[in-house]
Every structure is written in structure tokens, then in C-alpha cells.
């Protein structure tokens, strides 16, 4: 349930952003979530209209990318995507450099 509270605070994000830069209106928002968060885009889709209306979203269309998880392993220097919590190259422990990540890519505004 945490993608009502995630998608209330979008909307101020761009509230915020409309004051600063004088823009009435966000036609789209351009979203990176990693695959890591647990934010469902489906979900912050749905509670968008209940939580834009009367504002400077009000009728925009959220644009989602997911980001995959990306790792890096000391060990060996490999660096890319893994599904487990081991170097798929060389089974070492890995860091994980990309997955996590939830921001604002862009936004479409009039």
C-alpha cells in the first residue's frame, strides 16, 4: 500500500516543480523505479486520479521504466545483470549498483 503515499508524494514533487518553473499543467511524468523498490507502476496508476484531481496533474499519464538489477563482483569484475546473490561469472558476492533507484525522469508540461 505504500504506492498511495508514494504516488501523493509525485504529486507534490510536481506541485513543487509547477511553483518554481510557472507551469499549469503536467501532461506526462516520466518515472525510473527499480526493479528492487517494490512499487508496482500498475498500482500508482490506479491511485493517480484520486490523488491528482484539482491539481497541476490532474488528467496527466504516468510513463514508467523499470531499471533491472545490475550488480558488480569485486572478485572477478563483472558487471551487469544477476537474479541471485552471487557473481553469475565467478559465484563471489556481489554489490549491487542498480535496482533501487525511484525518481522523476522528466516531465511533459504546458
Same mark, same amino acid.
Given at each position: 500500500?505504500?504506492? @498511495?503515499?508514494?504516488?501523493?508524494? *509525485? ?8 511553483? %518554481? =518553473?510557472?507551469?499549469? %499543467?503536467?501532461? =506526462?511524468?516520466? @518515472? +525510473? ?7 508496482? /507502476?500498475?498500482? *500508482?496508476? =490506479?491511485? #493517480? /486520479? ?5 491539481? !497541476?496533474?490532474?488528467?496527466? %499519464?504516468? !510513463? +514508467?521504466?523499470? @531499471? ?5 563482483? /569485486?572478485?572477478?569484475?563483472? +558487471?551487469?545483470?544477476? =537474479?541471485? #546473490?552471487?557473481? /553469475? %561469472? ?5 554489490? *549491487? ?8 525522469? +522528466? @516531465?511533459? !508540461?504546458?
Amino acid at each position: 500500500m505504500h504506492e @498511495l503515499a508514494t504516488t501523493q508524494n *509525485l504529486v507534490k514533487i510536481c506541485e513543487d516543480a509547477a511553483a %518554481r =518553473e510557472g507551469f499549469r %499543467r503536467v501532461v =506526462e511524468i516520466h @518515472l +525510473s523505479i527499480g526493479a528492487m523498490t517494490g512499487i508496482i /507502476p500498475q498500482a *500508482l496508476e =490506479e491511485f #493517480f /486520479p484520486y490523488v491528482s484531481g484539482d491539481t !497541476v496533474c490532474e488528467g496527466a %499519464r504516468i !510513463v +514508467s521504466k523499470i @531499471l533491472p538489477v545490475r550488480v558488480e563482483c /569485486p572478485t572477478c569484475g563483472y +558487471s551487469g545483470e544477476a =537474479e541471485g #546473490f552471487e557473481c /553469475p %561469472r565467478c559465484g563471489g558476492g556481489i554489490r *549491487l549498483t542498480q535496482g533501487r533507484e525511484f525518481f522523476v525522469d +522528466s @516531465l511533459a !508540461v504546458e
